[in-house]
């Protein structure tokens, strides 16, 4: 069966009939505006590029992290709670710094220079953490394999370290959200076929970026739980710098956006201009203020109509005597789609907040998981099985799931809600939600079990650590939901002057969840280690209940799905300007999408 929303034939011929649109072209490429050029200009060319650099990029980004809860514990000498909390503040900053990344990008940068600037910081990152490891950290040779103990660091090592892989935070996370955004800006939208395309593209940047963790979840973790850390960062420096000169290699055929200037005043100036006038009754809708014509007030962002959503902002577009005795000052007067613009942002924010606590569940994939892994029997005849490498199998399950969900569960659900999408992306990330909290229960089961195979003084388990098997595979399961549900449900809802911010709010509910695991451990430790006891997480895991505090995220799971489904239920989407070229696109969208139906 075709799949209306994803299928690969369908997407490059009518890609290969798109004609871009250049009335957001940069006016650094005006020589793009020939006829001759036009159709070189963005689509899928160039969006498969921007994937292969997503891919190399995160090979590269997860040859640092998928094991760097091991480096803390065997090279730095760190305790399991403590490296569990460094890795966790460390992928919190990641992503943090994404929203970084947003903000110049929507504000002042624009998504091209933005990206290649950040991925030159990445550059750096690993170059630096290539040479730390290689004169400072990993002394004797071949040390840090979990037998051969490392000699203390020095100061100036262990300062490189650091400074080495928050650079790698500050450029991976920065260039992440932009880079995606960049690719959905590659397909037009005054096109039909833009809607079918953009989708592919995000399911496509997905599994592009497991597609590039897969090899660091394999063979790099390999090599780095051996003892062979700088083989494996010198590796992640390559595909990087490969990545970089891959993205400026497209540079004359890139379609680029314009950046629409700062949003913060344009969101303070709605909530100060209705604050100003909290004493006015709201205007009715024809009586607000909004500029003439078909272009709104905010450089590069078409107009949005007016919701009955938290409507007292309304006061901000509504017209006073004051208003009419001078010029115009946004401070005091706010266009109707400025004002929904900050409306946007406050729908999102409660839908973002319940996703933090899913992302405490993956956030255990890089700490909790590798050292549980780490106390199993994990050899497979001579070969040792490095706990790291597990991960893999959630890879796999991400690449599989895809295709599952775009051939099996897309036609299913849409023969039963009528939708052409199938689910909608509130609908994915409530399904995600459940299928996290189903893997915590299963990594709880998994503890039980090992813990009862451990023999006395005996420090590993005889439990297989395939027994992790199923926790990895239904967390990426989950994420098929979950995180491609975010990207597009955030960039789809995004107002055009925010929309790498968009973007950016999957990765800050990723960086948040890493916090929030961090204060989950801080607290579990110092309420579960009180009289003298060892703690759920101590540096000795047969001494502990790592289960309890897998359950203990299932529960909050729960409450948090409850909460979720209030917030889903209460959101109402964007409504941007249906004018006469809004109407015939929109009937133009419906029937392409009619057509691959049929």
């Known amino acids: 069966m075709d799949d209306i929303e994803y299928s690969t034939d369908e997407i490059e011929k009518k890609a290969d009939e798109e004609i871009i649109s250049f009335g957001k072209i940069e006016s650094g490429n005006e020589n793009q505006h020939s006829p001759g050029k036009r159709k070189k200009c963005g689509g899928w060319k160039l969006a498969s590029l921007l994937l292969v650099n997503q ?3 995160t090979l590269a980004f997860f040859g640092v992290g998928v094991n760097l809860v091991l480096l803390l514990t065997r090279v730095l000498d760190q305790d399991n709670a403590v490296a569990a909390n460094n890795v966790s503040k460390w992928t919190g900053t990641v992503y943090l710094c994404s929203l970084i990344g947003a903000f110049l990008s929507d504000s002042y940068w624009g998504r091209y220079l933005t990206c290649a600037i950040f991925q030159l910081i990445l550059v750096l990152g690993l170059g630096l953490l290539s040479f730390a490891s290689w004169f400072f950290l990993i002394s004797p040779t071949g040390c840090g394999d979990g ?82 850390w700088t083989l494996g960062f010198l590796v992640s420096f390559g595909a990087a710098i490969i990545a970089l000169l891959l993205y400026l290699s497209g540079t004359s055929r890139y379609r680029y956006v314009k950046a629409s200037g700062n949003p913060l005043p344009r969101v303070a100036q709605v909530f100060v201009a209705a604050y100003r006038k909290w004493g006015v ?9 909004e500029v003439e014509g078909t272009e709104s007030a905010i450089k590069g962002s078409r107009k949005i109509l007016h919701s009955n959503d938290f409507k007292f902002l309304d006061k901000a577009a509504t017209i006073t005597s004051m208003d009419l005795r001078g010029p115009n000052n946004p401070w005091k007067l706010c266009t109707v789609t400025q004002v929904e613009e900050a409306k946007c942002v406050l729908k999102m924010l409660p839908i973002w907040l319940c996703t933090i606590i899913y992302s405490v569940i993956f956030t255990q994939m890089a700490s909790l998981f590798v050292e549980q892994g780490d106390v199993m029997a994990s ?15 959630d890879i796999c399950s991400v690449l599989i799931w895809t295709g599952v969900y775009r051939h099996v569960v897309v036609p299913v659900s849409r023969s039963l809600t009528g939708n052409p999408k199938g689910l909608t992306e509130l609908q994915r990330m409530g399904t995600g939600l459940i299928i996290g909290m189903i893997a915590m ?3 709880g089961v998994t503890e039980i079990q090992r813990l009862k195979s451990v023999s006395p003084g005996s420090k ?21 939901f979950m995180y491609v549900g975010q990207l597009e449900f955030f960039n789809g809802q995004a107002p055009d002057g925010i929309k790498s911010f968009g ?25 579960t280690t009180r009289d003298g006891g060892p703690g759920w997480i ?30 889903a239920k209460w959101y109402n989407g964007i409504n941007l300007d249906t004018s006469e070229n809004g109407i015939q696109l929109e009937e133009q969208q419906k029937e392409v999408l009619a057509s691959l139906m049929s």
């Not at 050899?379 to 199998?393: C, G, Q, T, W």
């Not at 800050?508 to 695991?517: E, P």
């Not at 289960?547 to 203990?552: A, K, N, V």
């Open 538 to 567: 101590p540096d000795d895991l047969n001494d502990g209940h790592l289960d309890r505090f897998y359950f203990l995220i299932a529960g909050l799971t729960a409450v948090d799905f409850i909460i979720y489904v209030y917030c």
């Open 147 to 228: 037998m051969k103990l490392c000699n203390t660091p020095s100061l100036v090592g262990v300062v490189m370290f650091y400074l080495s892989i928050y650079l790698i935070a500050l450029g991976y996370g920065g260039h992440q959200p932009t880079v995606a955004t960049l690719g959905a800006d590659q397909f037009d939208d005054s096109n039909p076929n833009a809607v079918i395309s953009k989708a592919a593209f995000f399911s496509s940047f997905y599994f592009a970026l497991n597609v590039g963790s897969l090899f660091s979840n394999t063979i790099l973790v390999y090599y780095e739980d051996s003892g062979k």
């Open 503 to 527: 973007s950016s709010l999957c990765m800050a509910s990723m960086s948040l969840g890493n916090y929030v695991s961090s204060l989950l451990i801080n607290i579990v430790m110092e309420v």
């Open 460 to 480: 590993k388990s005889s439990l297989s650590i395939f027994w992790q098997v199923p926790q990895y595979v239904l967390v990426g399961a989950s994420e098929v």
């Open 281 to 289: 009754t709201p205007a009715t809708v024809d009586a607000l203020y």
């Open 441 to 443: 229960v299963a990594a």
């Open 379 to 393: 050899k497979l005849k001579n070969f040792r099985i490095p706990a790291a490498s597990m991960s893999a199998f």
């Open 55 to 57: 891919g190399l990029a």
